[in-house]
């Protein structure tokens, strides 16, 4: 809940707005050519932070004319006070610097807030410099080596900046957790788990028909329980995700994904199992001497275009792999025609190379592991799940539309015709 001084700000800022933009007042500046030129020897930032410091003094002189009235003006009516001037800061290129602050006062004595100055100090405008800074590998150690360009500028040690920073990645934690989806219209649904530095995370990420990439949520857990999967699918499905439409399902080997995915949606469920994964699963099974020639053949299965030629495929295969190492024929064997899952459903070919394995989300696991590589102590609190989530939406804001995306709606086709023939038809009894 805010308090009373944080409204007062909230609307002093909401009346600044309005007030400016009916506006038609200029705003002058007057910098001598010498310390113009001076400060352009020193660097362009210079010169334009104490243009912008200008500007902001000017804004905040114009806003005290408007509430206190204008000076040398005797007005018995007025119900606001000039109180003298204090130091302040705005923030410029995610540093503090300082500029002289006029105050205002009510009849009561009471501060009166200025709008303008609210604004040019907000510490969103911080936070999210910041966040974007260490998103980019810079960490808080070096951040005031790095970023300060002003002998004058401050609040950017070390301690400052973690807590920016722990404020803006708990704010994208929560735009994560809370963000609507039922404006997404979701072709497919990636769900995968990674042991993050001895944690286990459970993401989602959504494809649209559009073939734009979005992370849905996430869920921390010991182990990647049917628990902690259903956990995630129930919040998806209270932010706008309905689980009653065809939609495929891609997952890897874990029985708890797969077993949370046919309670939640039932039959609109298709599942795609992770090829790649598969191919792993077997590799392991095998001695050094046979993984190459065994992978090359389930790659080559999996990447004919016809349903039946993939399967006969792997077939022949299973069938090689019971004479030479049975564990790994077994392991073939267990979910395979789910592996083939959008041979089956005719997905052409270049859309079916991004929804045939979970490498869209390995991918950004592998970004989030970038992004906290530089973490040295890890503690506990909601630290694991604010660098996961800052890592999983600077992956969103950099990912391009999948190969094939144009072909989305052949997918959907496919899915409903697939769901329907799941379905028993009951034919109601007659009289």
């Known amino acids: 809940m805010k308090r009373q001084y944080q409204i007062d700000k909230e609307r002093a800022v909401q009346k600044f707005g309005m007030a400016a933009g009916a506006s038609e007042d200029a705003i002058q500046l007057s910098l001598p050519l010498k310390e113009a030129a001076d ?10 932070v104490a243009t912008f410091t200008q500007v902001a003094e000017q804004m905040m002189r114009w806003e005290v004319d408007r509430i206190a009235g204008p000076r040398q003006r005797a007005n018995p009516d007025r119900e606001a006070f000039r109180w ?14 300082p500029l002289q602050r006029p105050r205002v006062r009510d009849t009561r004595q009471r501060e009166v807030p200025l ?24 960490t808080t150690r070096r951040y005031s080596a790095i970023v300060r360009e002003l002998k004058e500028a401050y609040g950017i040690d070390k301690s400052t900046i973690s807590e920016h920073f722990i404020a803006a990645s708990r704010g994208r934690l929560q735009k994560l957790d809370t963000r609507p989806l039922h404006r997404h219209c979701l072709g497919a649904i990636f769900l995968d788990g990674t042991i993050f530095n001895q944690q286990q995370v459970i993401v989602a990420l959504g494809l649209t028909l559009q073939g734009q990439k979005v ?26 995700v309905d689980f009653q439409v065809p939609r495929l399902y891609v997952l890897d080997g874990g029985k708890a994904l797969r077993t949370a995915v046919q309670k939640m949606a039932g039959p609109c469920a298709v599942i795609q199992r992770c090829q790649v994964h598969k191919i792993r699963n077997v590799i392991d099974h095998l001695t050094a001497e046979h993984q190459s020639a065994i992978r090359v053949k389930m790659r080559n299965a999996y990447q004919m275009r016809d349903h039946a030629d993939a399967r006969r495929a792997l077939d022949l295969l299973l069938h090689q792999l019971m004479h030479l190492n049975p564990s790994a024929a077994k392991s073939l064997q267990e979910g395979l025609a789910e592996t083939l899952c959008v041979h089956r459903l005719r997905v052409p070919n270049k859309l079916r190379s991004s929804l045939a394995s979970t490498n869209i989300i390995e991918s950004a696991f592998s970004i989030v592991d970038t992004v906290c590589r530089n973490v040295k102590r890890w503690h506990g609190g ?12 600077w992956a969103e804001s950099r990912w391009n539309r999948i190969h094939g995306y144009r072909e989305m709606p052949i997918l959907m086709k496919e899915l409903e015709l697939a769901v329907v023939r799941s379905i028993p038809v009951r034919h109601a009894s007659a009289g």
Request: glycine residues 12%; charged residues 15%; positive net charge.
């Open 215 to 240: 992370v849905l949520g996430l869920r921390q857990g010991a182990t990647e329980n049917l628990t902690v999967v259903r956990h995630l699918l129930e919040d998806l499905q209270a932010r706008g």
């Open 84 to 97: 003298g001037a204090q130091r302040g800061y705005c923030v410029v290129a995610g540093q503090k610097v």
């Open 382 to 393: 909601d630290q694991y799940l604010r660098w996961i989530a800052s890592g999983l939406l």
């Open 115 to 138: 709008g303008s100055y609210e604004t040019l100090q907000r510490a969103s405008l911080m936070e999210d410099a910041v966040w974007h800074k260490i998103m980019h590998g810079l």
């Open 39 to 48: 400060l352009v020897q020193q660097g362009l930032m210079h010169l334009a």
